[in-house]
Antibody, heavy 114, light 112 residues
Framework: EVKLLESGGGLVQPGGSMRLSCAAS????????MNWIRQPAGKAPEWLGF??????????EYNPSVKGRFTISRDNTQNMLYLQMNTLRAEDTATYYC?????WGQGVMVTVSS | DVVMTQTPVSLSLAIGQPASISCKSS???????????LNWILQRPGQSPKRLIY???KLYSEVPDRFSGSGSETEFTLKISRVEAEDLGVYYC?????????FGAGTKLELK
């Protein structure tokens, strides 16, 4: 069974940084692209980016809306996915999900506020 | 970015009634591979989104066959033949043909 469990959310001040983690299990982690998607309360999801699988060199792609501020990485020895978020703004407030294709985690809330 | 427009914004239906949700894209979602990467997901209250349909009309194995998807190019439809209580929530269409992936604004299905 595919399981994805995010952690690391919370309250951060504008301009601050935060790193989210996603623990993956139930599948061969290195075989899959992994995504981050976020969803402000009451709004539609927004795809943030992905990191490719082993066969494609673990390279990354980002939504232009966050490119340069957000960085996706993975630790394939621990089956972990990460999202490093820098220079955070109020509009980054959302629930953040990791996703493997059609499977989504439970999400973690990030609030950017002073 | 491809804009996904869903209608209606909300639906209020009784158990057993059919439902239909429209999703229109600002560009054709037919990819160079010949595949159309149009998905439907359901977000029940307080939960993360769950997968329903991929490539326009293919149901995931766990999805009841009262759900169906159709359409092509820029116009797509999700239908529920007979609504059940577990179907309430917000339905989103989601395109993966063009970079970046984009989502519709959602259709909220409520029970009458």
């Amino acid at each position: 069974e595919v399981k994805l469990l995010e952690s690391g959310g919370g309250l951060v001040q504008p301009g601050g940084s935060m790193r989210l983690s996603c623990a993956a299990s139930g599948f061969t982690f290195t075989d899959f692209y992994m995504n981050w998607i976020r969803q402000p309360a009451g709004k539609a999801p927004e795809w943030l980016g992905f990191i490719r699988n082993k066969a494609n060199g673990y390279t990354t792609e980002y939504n232009p809306s966050v490119k340069g501020r957000f960085t996706i990485s993975r630790d394939n020895t621990q089956n972990m996915l990460y999202l490093q978020m820098n220079t955070l703004r109020a509009e980054d407030t959302a629930t953040y999900y990791c996703a493997r294709g059609s499977y989504w985690g439970q999400g973690v809330m990030v609030t950017v506020s002073s | 970015d491809v804009v996904m427009t869903q209608t209606p914004v909300s639906l209020s239906l009784a158990i057993g009634q059919p439902a239909s949700i429209s999703c229109k894209s600002s560009q054709s979602l037919l990819g160079t591979s010949g595949k159309t990467f149009l998905n439907w997901i359901l977000q029940r209250p307080g939960q993360s989104p769950k997968r329903l349909i991929y490539q326009v009309s293919k149901l995931y194995s766990e999805v009841p066959d009262r759900f169906s998807g159709s359409g092509s190019e820029t116009e797509f439809t999700l239908k529920i033949s007979r609504v059940e209580a577990e179907d309430l929530g917000v339905y989103y269409c989601w395109q993966g043909t063009h970079f970046p992936d984009t989502f519709g604004a959602g259709t909220k299905l409520e029970l009458k």
